[in-house]
């Protein structure tokens, strides 16, 4: 017997993904820049389940835009406190384990933030490990190939973003 691997499991939910029946969610790639070398780095944290590495994430609320969910995911799951862009970085697709036992597809919406303090003390500090990766490295420790995608993306756009801004205030 062939053990099914996560894009083959994922592939036989395809049905699902292309007639819309996904929950949708919206995550923060929470970055930070080290202040000697100004190299990136990215938070992971352990899902409460599994103890694998995701980044924070969860559903919609009412009268929050998805970049302030990103941001409140990011202070509940991580005890970051951050500017998340409003303009989203990429989606990734993985699949959601519900309380019943049944997966549903969830599509989720990543923004980026940069990281302005950490704090010891947060809602769920006791349930999850935190830690930073240098993004490829990261992109190596989670599950999710679009989500690994993302991650390695995170110093080029990074990059890009420090170069717009410089031209544009000269």
């Known amino acids: 017997m062939t053990k099914k691997t996560y894009l083959r499991h994922l592939a036989s939910e395809a049905d699902t993904l292309f007639n819309g029946q996904t929950i949708e969610q919206y995550a923060a790639i929470c970055y930070r820049r080290q202040s000697d070398s100004q190299d990136v780095e990215v938070l992971l944290i352990t899902s409460r389940e599994s103890g694998r590495w995701v980044i924070p994430k969860g559903w919609p609320m009412d009268r929050k835009l998805p970049h302030q969910v990103a941001e409140r995911e990011a202070w509940e799951e991580a005890g970051v406190k951050g500017k998340a862009s409003k303009k989203s970085f990429g989606y990734y697709t993985y699949l959601k384990s519900l309380d019943t036992g049944t997966t549903v597809p969830s599509v989720v919406q990543v923004h980026l933030l940069e990281v302005g303090s950490v704090s010891a003390q947060f809602p769920e ?9 240098a993004p490829n490295e990261a992109a190596a420790q989670v599950r999710e190939p679009e989500l690994k995608g993302l991650l390695r993306m995170v110093e080029g756009a990074l990059a890009r ?5 410089g031209t544009a205030t000269k």
């Open 125 to 133: 500090s006791g349930q999850r490990r935190l830690k930073w990766f």
């Open 161 to 165: 973003n420090t170069k717009t801004k």
